[in-house]
């Protein structure tokens, strides 16, 4: 093959990008066609030294051809094809059989650590090639199961290797590291605020948003973080989703099965939160994604924000559409909002006075309502404890682990439950399978209707409430939702608000 095979990136989707060289007489230049400017500029000089640390001076005018053109490439990604597709034109080493190749050279001729190793994996087996990757990126390849790779930590080494007169070494498969299980902060640490735990427990068990309404000091902060440690394990599946998220982005692999847990603050741009941008790179919502995506003070959120994640809240994925094509990204999080219940902070709090107008607190409720709101399936006020209160809890609750021991059990209840229809919790159910699925007997069918009159649930609003009942009929080991747990998820529906 006279051609070397490189990647890059399109969304979290390896493409593979054709490098051809041409050499000719005259002066020295060299020219990369199909790379932007700026990218050009980098790869040329990072290649061009690289080459000098193994005795190889270009000559002549020296072209390069990157294919298909139409695709708009990343050049430190295709650093290594490059400067292979160099040395074989110069006669350094003979075709041999076909690869994907994916490396940054460093000036003397390391190979760097690059994103998008995952990805590039996955390619490589659906393609059934070898892939070559720079020696910091073996670990994360090692994880994609059924893939052929190999690692080197130079160019010179691997040309070495293509030379023939060493073996190369192969990426071995490997499981993800185990990591000793710990809730930081836990359960264990909250005092009192057994209404919030509840809610937690729940949203946890079944993946639904939640919001937390309460006073500075009130502990609301500490509850959200604390709900990253009752969660379930990522399962294969969501586990390899995550990797990919993470490689796109250049992350390490992280041990263990641990959620991902992301803060998003209210100066945040929409593309660092969506997704986007020039080099569509995923966003943190995608970095959340199969785990907690945490809005503190969302209040302060500008509209255009929230409205942002109106989408991929109600579809589960991102779409970017480029005139090169479409990219998507996962958006499966579990939302979690923390807010004061007023512009002060303090209304109704027992230890300070509210010094708010009715007028603003009305204001204020406002941007506590719309469409991300709707899509909020558990509310909860986290009211502030008195130091006697304090006091009285001297001894902690219930430690994460066994909060989420229960949680496993009802998330693998689900998981049985929807696996044939491609859900793997409650939460994630459409709502014509909510219809036809989720049954009640006839009392507690003419109970829902009722309190639905009374509070004026919209359809959606039903069916969140009939999903959120399944979950708590799941925690409790129950086969039929029955009325104590509409109850239950009733009254979270109503919310943070009284
Ligand atoms: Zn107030």
Redesign the pocket.
């Known amino acids: 093959m006279k051609v070397i095979e490189g990647v890059t990136l399109r969304g979290m989707q390896a493409v593979p990008v054709e490098v051809e060289v041409e050499m000719t007489g005259g002066l020295f230049a060299i020219t990369i066609v199909g790379l932007p400017d700026v990218a050009v500029r980098e790869s040329r000089e990072r290649v061009r030294a690289a080459l000098r640390t193994l005795g190889l001076k270009l000559k002549g005018r020296v072209s390069v051809n990157l294919a298909p053109a139409d695709l708009p490439k990343e050049g430190a990604l295709l650093d290594l094809p490059i400067a292979l597709c160099m040395l074989r034109s110069s006669g350094v080493f003979e075709p041999g059989e076909r690869a994907l190749y994916m490396g940054e050279l460093a000036l003397d001729g390391r190979l760097r650590r690059v994103r998008g190793a995952v990805p590039a994996a996955f390619l490589a087996r659906e393609m059934g090639v070898p892939l070559y990757v720079p020696r910091e990126n073996a670990e994360e390849v090692a994880l994609v199961k059924g893939v052929t790779a190999f690692s080197a930590e130079t160019l010179g080494e691997l040309v070495s290797v293509l030379k023939g007169d060493s073996a190369p070494k192969p990426v071995q498969a490997s499981e993800l590291p185990e990591a000793p299980f710990v809730a930081d902060p836990d359960f264990a640490d909250v005092k009192g605020q057994a209404a919030a735990r509840r809610a937690a427990e729940v949203a946890a068990a079944g993946h639904h948003n939640l919001l937390l309404v309460g006073s500075p000091g009130s502990g609301k902060t500490l509850i959200a973080r604390a709900l990253n440690g009752i969660l379930p394990p990522l399962t294969d599946e969501e586990l390899v989703e995550t990797l990919l998220v993470r490689s796109t982005l250049g992350l390490p692999v992280e041990p263990g099965r641990r959620r991902p847990f992301r803060t998003v603050h209210f100066t945040a741009s929409s593309v660092a939160v969506c997704g986007g941008g020039s080099d569509l790179r995923p966003g943190e919502v995608s970095l959340a994604s199969r785990g907690v995506l945490f809005l503190d003070e969302f209040t302060e959120f500008r509209r255009d924000l929230t409205e942002s994640l109106r989408a991929p809240l109600e579809d589960g994925q991102i779409v970017v559409s480029r005139a090169a094509g479409t990219v998507v990204y996962p958006s499966r999080v579990l939302l979690v909002l923390a807010a004061n219940?007023?512009?002060?902070?303090?209304?109704g709090d027992p230890l300070e006075k509210?010094?708010?107008s009715s007028v603003?607190?009305d204001r204020y409720r406002r941007k506590l309502s719309g469409p991300i709101l709707d899509r909020i399936d558990l509310q909860i006020a986290v009211p502030r404890l008195t130091s006697e209160e304090l006091l009285s809890f001297s001894g902690g609750g219930e430690s994460s682990a066994e909060i989420r021991s229960r949680v496993v059990r009802a998330r693998e209840l689900q998981q049985e439950r929807w696996a044939r229809f491609g859900y793997s919790c409650n939460a994630e159910l459409p709502e014509r399978l909510v219809r036809r699925h989720l049954t009640l007997s006839a009392e507690s069918r003419s109970y829902l209707a009722g309190m639905a009159d009374r509070l004026r649930l919209s359809g959606r609003g039903l069916s969140r409430v009939l999903k959120v009942a399944r979950t708590i009929a799941d925690l409790a080991g129950e086969s039929d939702i029955q009325t104590p747990h509409l109850a239950e998820a009733l009254m979270y529906r109503q919310g943070a608000g009284g």
Not at 341 to 347: A, I
């Open positions: 219940p007023c512009p002060c902070g303090f209304l509210c010094t708010c603003e607190v």
